[in-house]
């Protein structure tokens, strides 16, 4: 009598144990209208509990604040910066052709002159200084002016390419933290689903109403989730890290994207900007520019060039020591006509126009990477939207079955292996989600940056764009300064690279 209560307890005990588990996990399942996949995680802290989910920091980021912070303090955009800043030296370089040029000289000189009458000699003393303005030269400075504008216009392309790309790293960085704290929320709940599980199955097991090898299967599965739980944080920590190199911050609460990108409305206008406005387009458009101003600055080496001149010598004590101080001033025109230089500013004029065409054929080339690349991004983000829809239908239909097997297990019309089964396509549905929400951030950026939308006007902080024409205004006045000490903050106004 007593053996048959012990039994008939313990029975009731692992039923309730078993529709604890089944409840507890449909509540926290519950359906919502928004799925919580991809709702406001915090990052975890490595050195927390396994079951612990606690922020580093206290303060929440958004994708705004992390993409105004790296586009102000990136190390790889701050190098392309500066890299800017050196193209842009060309400019002044180039208009130097059309000032005019001076110098001083001074010597001092001993000479002894034999049988002169004078076996002392003389220390001949010279001052002198020359000026010269160049009139005409080949067209040279013309040309040079106009390739130097040109190659800043490409390396600003080239920065706006540097930005862009980086600042897609941190979204994707972004993204990839919240997804991995999302999966990992998911493989935390999932084992202590599945541990409960095991419980009341070795509480049935004790009253003799399943086996051991139900048993087995339950602890295979808690070992199976253990290991995903473990791997979820090994994947976190390695997205964490990723992130605070990109934008230097360390993770804390991490909500989910809310900028508006003004992307065209179809793939043929896509296709169309992307032409017009890719960063790669424009700077391949920009040096084919600049090539072909090389070739008529090469060539003006083989004209004739013409420039003033003036000079003034004073010489003091001069050899061979019997004359008197005497002054020299000259003023005249120049003209130098270049005959035979052995062939090699031909070949220079040649080789100009060899890079010329391989400029032309690169627009060509960066023309048609951006259709691939344009074309690719949109479809990846229509397929994201698609998945994401088909992943909640999934999710929504693997919950009801999730709970309807459990109730029929319960009713002893179902194994422990259907019920282990049917919590595990729940899980992998709901990490679906989570990646296919990810996913869809991700292409919708990188069509943007495709497009070269990714700008701090569309983005959110246009206060902290830059006009590098306050830097060239700077430099062109700085004739007598070798100072490079223009501030952090150089340029920062509105502005940007257009054809």
Known sequence: MTRNFRAVMLALLATTMISSAHAQQATQAAPTPEPPAMAPRLAIDPSAPETQAAPIAKAQQNLSDALRWSYDNNPTINAARAELLATQERLPQALAGWKPSAEASTSVRKTWVDGSGNNDGSTEKTVGLEASQPLYRGGRTVAQTASAKNAIMAQRAFLMATEQGTLLQVVTAYMNVIRDQSLYDLAVNNKDVIGRQLEATNARFEVGDVTRT??????????????????????????????????????????????????????????????????????????????????????????????????????????????????????????????????????????????????????????????????????????????????????????????????????????????????????????????????????????????????????????????????????????????????????????????
């Open 214 to 499: 139900d048993v087995s299967q339950s602890q295979a599965r808690f070992s199976q989730a253990e290991a995903t739980r473990v791997n979820a944080l090994g994947a976190l920590r390695s997205s964490m890290a990723i992130y605070q190199r990109v934008t230097g911050l360390p993770p804390a609460t991490l909500s989910t994207p809310q900028i508006s990108l003004p992307i065209p409305a179809t793939m043929d206008a896509a296709i169309e900007m992307a032409e017009n406005y890719n960063p790669s387009v424009l700077a391949a458009d920009f040096l084919h520019r600049s090539a072909k101003e090389d070739i008529d600055t090469v060539f003006g080496e083989l004209l004739p060039e013409v420039g003033l001149f003036g000079a003034y010598n004073h010489t003091i004590d001069p050899s061979p020591g019997n004359a008197d101080d005497s002054t020299v001033s000259a003023i005249g025109v120049s003209a130098t006509m270049p005959l035979y230089r052995g062939g090699a500013t031909q070949s220079r004029v040649r080789q100009t126009k060899s890079t010329a065409q391989q400029r032309m054929i690169q627009v060509e080339e960066a023309q048609r990477l951006a259709r691939q690349q344009t074309a690719s991004s949109w479809e990846s983000l229509l397929a994201s939207q698609a998945e994401i829809l088909s992943r909640r239908a999934q999710v929504e239909a693997s919950r009801i079955a999730r709970d309807g097997v459990h109730k029929e297990a319960e009713l002893g019309t179902r194994t422990i292996l259907d019920a282990l089964d049917a919590d595990q396509e729940l899980l992998d549905a709901e990490s679906a989600l989570v990646t296919a929400q990810r996913n869809e951030v991700v292409a919708r950026f990188t069509l943007a940056t495709t497009l070269g939308l990714m700008t701090p006007e569309t983005l959110g902080f246009p206060e902290l764009a830059r006009d590098y024409n306050i830097h060239i205004d700077e430099i062109n006045g700085k004739i007598f300064s070798n100072s490079t000490e223009f501030g952090k903050d150089i340029g920062q106004q509105p502005g940007k690279v257009t054809r």
